[in-house]
């Protein structure tokens, strides 16, 4: 069992950057496939990117491509997610959750035993 806490976010401006981390303090933390799910309001929690045990793996939702990036640092228990060039659109709360097998069902929420409480992104125009 780990307890994910999302750190970073805040209000930015269109095309600016920002960096989200989410950290446990569950040495085993290091064990589990990390993804990042957002929560736009008025909408359904979607996947975002994810990223297996010792990075071989990343994977991004089509709208994330090109202007996130995951990764980890194992030896930190720590995931971040890097937003560049962030649109409006971008703006919702984003979910670190944590899974402990199963890459091919990354994308699916209920892959994912543990969540973080979220953090908010505003991207303001």
């Known amino acids: 069992q780990v307890h994910p806490v999302e750190s970073g976010g805040g209000l930015v401006q269109a095309g600016d950057s920002t960096r989200l981390s989410c950290t446990a303090s569950?040495?085993?933390?290091?064990?589990?496939?990390i993804s990042w799910f957002r929560q736009a309001p008025g909408k359904d929690r979607e996947f975002v990117a994810g990223?297996?045990?010792?990075?071989?793996?990343?994977d991004y939702a089509d709208f994330a491509k090109g202007r996130f990036t995951i990764s980890r640092d194992n030896a930190k228990n720590t995931v971040y997610l890097q937003l560049n060039s962030l649109h409006v659109a971008d703006t919702a709360v984003y979910y670190c959750?944590?899974?402990?097998?199963?890459?091919?069902?990354?994308?699916?929420?209920?892959?994912?035993?543990?969540w973080g409480q979220g953090t908010q992104v505003t991207v303001s125009s």
């Open positions: 959750a944590a899974a402990p097998d199963e890459w091919s069902t990354r994308a699916l929420q209920e892959s994912y035993p543990y």
């Open positions: 569950e040495p085993t933390f290091r064990w589990y496939i």
């Open positions: 990223i297996t045990q010792r990075s071989q793996k990343s």
